[in-house]
């Protein structure tokens, strides 16, 4: 046998072995009994003293707030989101308060305006939104429902407003394109505005024979792209050329 594959045989024995020794030494004992990771963290998690109370707990007390914080659109965040930890107030409330945010710091980690959160999230700029003036003196925190419906899209639509602002439909206004009901603006995910459905909508502005001023791009509906809608190829709130 050639010294090379009795050489490599030897330390494919050695390796295998080190293996095996470190396999005994270093994974835990119970690592795999109930899955790829070790069963005996669970007891570790549960011994681990408890924080968070949950809102049901919250409830046991604070019913009326819940019952108000139920029709809102804060009832699908949590209590100690706002308030903190709530499990020391649990035990003892007459010791342990929790936290009651009362100024502008905590409401625009989620509602101040950032391009990367879905578009009809409410949204705001905090340095031109009332500024110094607390959020709760204007919003109830536990159904925040603005005191007057936005007057302006861009107040749940800001990345919208933000791309289209430098566009060459930035003189638009939304309405042109959509039709939006009132009750849009108070209930925006119950009550849908309308979108273009059709060339034919463009066309009433950019069809050769539409009648708009001349410094608008013109096309011939009956032979531009015919079979194809306009926004497949050009997105409205943007719509150059490519």
């Not at 959509?178 to 108070?186: A, C, D, G, M, S």
Request: aromatic share 4%; with cysteine; glycine share 8%.
């Amino acid at each position: 046998m050639p010294q090379q594959v009795v050489r490599l045989g030897a330390l494919f024995v050695i390796v295998a072995a080190l293996f095996l020794v470190v396999r005994a030494r270093l994974v835990p004992d119970t690592f795999g009994d109930i899955g790829h990771y070790r069963a005996a963290a669970i007891d570790t998690i549960a011994a681990h003293p408890m924080t968070y109370a949950g809102s049901d707990a919250c409830g046991m007390c604070h019913s009326p707030v819940l019952e108000v914080k139920a029709e809102g659109h804060h009832r699908g965040v949590a209590c100690e989101v706002c308030h903190g930890a709530a499990m020391g107030h649990i035990e003892s409330p007459g010791t342990v308060k929790p936290g009651a945010p009362r100024d502008r710091g905590l409401c625009p980690l989620c509602h101040g305006y950032n391009a990367s959160r879905p578009t009809g999230f409410p949204q705001i700029d905090p340095e031109v939104h009332n500024p110094n003036i607390p959020c709760m003196a204007c919003h109830q925190p536990h159904a925040p429902e603005p005191p007057v419906p936005p007057a302006e899209c861009s107040a749940c639509h800001g990345q919208i407003a933000r791309q289209k602002a430098v566009s060459h439909h930035a003189a638009l206004p939304c309405e042109t394109c959509h039709q939006v009901p009132p009750e849009h603006k108070v209930t925006p995910r119950a009550v849908r505005p309308t979108k273009p459905e059709t060339r034919e909508f463009c066309g009433s502005c950019h069809e050769t024979e539409a009648g708009t001023p001349e410094n608008i791009p013109k096309i011939d509906l009956r032979t531009h792209e015919p079979g194809h809608l306009c926004w497949q190829c050009h997105y409205p709130h943007y719509p150059e050329t490519s």
